[in-house]
């Protein structure tokens, strides 16, 4: 059974930094991609980062890129996302993701992705 568990979420003011951590139960396959999606009160659920299994390669929305950091373990099956300058706007419930396959459909869809975390509460107060 695939299970995704965030952690590491929490208040914090603008400019701040935190790290989000998803532990990951089962076997994760070589071709798999994980990642991370946030959703906002009244808006869509939206791509942040992700991350392939194998070979670390990475893809960023361009709302956060040279600010988030996504990396892994895989020893561990751990995730994780450094967030650095938050801003007000990075305000959202953060989820960790996971598709079995990376090639199967773009890495920022989210109806591409196989299994989701409950999600952990961000926010960045002005």
């Known amino acids: 059974q695939v299970q995704l568990v965030e952690s590491g979420g929490g208040l914090v003011q603008t400019e701040g930094s935190l790290r989000l951590s998803c532990a990951a139960s089962g076997r994760i396959p070589s071709s798999a991609a994980m990642g991370w999606f946030r959703q906002a009160p009244g808006w869509e659920r939206e791509f942040v980062a992700a991350i392939s299994w194998t070979g670390g390669s990475t893809w960023y929305a361009d709302s956060v890129k040279g600010r988030f950091t996504v990396s892994k373990e895989n020893a561990k099956n751990m995730l994780y996302l450094q967030m650095n300058s938050l801003k007000p706007e990075d305000t959202a419930v953060y989820y960790c993701?996971?598709?079995?396959?990376?090639?199967?459909?773009?890495?920022?869809?989210?109806?591409?992705?196989?299994?989701w975390g409950r999600g952990t509460q961000v926010t960045v107060s002005s």
């Open positions: 993701v996971r598709k079995n396959n990376l090639a199967l459909g773009p890495y920022d869809r989210d109806n591409t992705y196989d299994y």
